[in-house]
């Protein structure tokens, strides 16, 4: 049985995202250029800001899984170029620890959670936009003209 969570290179993982997005993980910087029939907005989180980190992770909503894991990338972790791999009973827990041990809040930008078992990424988006993309994810033109010359 996997530990509770891990701290992971991105480098480490990236093949095995590549294998759900089609794309690297730096996919994400160019997501608002998806193609329409893959993402649907859910709902949008209001004056996120002024809201806890553990209400707004309730807000989004995730699909409840027993005892698979998950993959979170957040602006925190992406900038150190780390992902979380998460056993899903214990995300909760550690985001509301996340603020204590890092002295940043969870939610302080962009966040993703690819669900590998689901082929599907949730964002919660840094204007309070909760999007559901299914995978493997697809750019319209100019955002994998943007995509192909991030990765030259």
């Avoid at 029939?37 to 800001?49: G, L, Y």
């Avoid at 214990?90 to 590998?116: M, T």
Wanted: net charge negative; charged share 30%.
């Amino acid at each position: 049985m996997m530990e509770n969570h891990k701290i992971l290179p991105i480098k480490d993982i990236n093949k095995e995202i590549f294998s759900i997005l089609g794309m690297d993980i730096t996919v994400f910087e160019f997501i608002d250029y998806a193609e329409k029939d893959i993402f649907t907005i859910k709902k949008v989180i209001n004056s996120w800001e002024n809201m806890d980190d553990v209400l707004i992770l309730k807000e989004i909503g995730l699909p409840e899984r027993k005892n698979k894991y998950i993959f979170i990338l957040n602006d925190d972790l992406y900038f150190q170029k780390k992902i979380l791999k998460i056993n899903e009973g214990f995300i909760s827990n550690y985001v509301e620890n996340y603020f204590f041990e890092n002295g940043v809040c969870f939610f302080n930008g962009d966040v993703f959670f690819i669900l590998i078992d689901d082929k599907k990424v949730i964002q919660f988006n840094n204007d309070g936009y909760v999007i559901h993309y299914d995978t493997p994810l697809k750019l319209i033109e100019k955002g994998m003209d943007k995509y192909l010359k991030s990765i030259d």
